[in-house]
């Protein structure tokens, strides 16, 4: 189905930004969506995920799990190249996730990373961190960095979950 693609969500890595339209398929399962359909949660609203995390938070973490070892793959054969799409996309998840981890929905990407620093719940430097990786996502170091974000945001995840914060 075709979407109108917010200015707010227009912008590299994740879309061009001369990109009016995107098109997502409704009927992929989550993770699929995830992967293909950057923010589409966030944009179509069709589900609201940062309502409920505890539901879709752990799906994201075995999602990060099951491709953190393909990532691997690309940076280990120097091949960061065609890794990109892969980092791009788990870039987005995390997005995703740190957001809904604090029950907000990501509304824009544009200075994503200030927005990020802003959050209550948040893993160390997340502005500078974030940004960094998003300027090059073909790095090993930005690999490096997200995959260090993701087992933050994990352990983030279980605290705010055992402190009864949602």
Do not use: C
């Amino acid at each position: 189905m075709k979407y109108f693609l917010p200015a707010a969500f227009r912008g590299e890595p994740f879309y061009n930004s001369s990109q009016s339209t995107v098109i997502f398929s409704d009927d992929k399962p989550f993770e699929r969506k995830l992967l293909t359909s950057y923010f589409y949660f966030d944009i179509t609203e069709e589900e609201r995920p940062w309502e409920n995390p505890a539901s879709f938070l752990p799906q994201m973490f075995v999602l990060w799990r099951e491709r953190e070892a393909e990532l691997r793959s690309f940076f280990q054969k120097r091949d960061g190249k065609n890794g990109r799409t892969l980092m791009v996309a788990m870039t987005a998840v995390f997005i995703d996730a740190l957001f809904w981890l604090n029950k907000k929905k990501v509304s824009q990407l544009q200075n994503i990373e200030a927005a990020a620093a802003r959050l209550k719940h948040k893993p160390v430097n997340i502005e500078e961190r974030l940004r960094f990786i998003l300027t090059k996502p073909e790095s090993y170091h930005s690999f490096t960095q997200l995959r260090a974000l993701m087992n933050e945001l994990e352990k983030l995840t279980a605290r705010t979950k055992a402190m009864g914060e949602w």
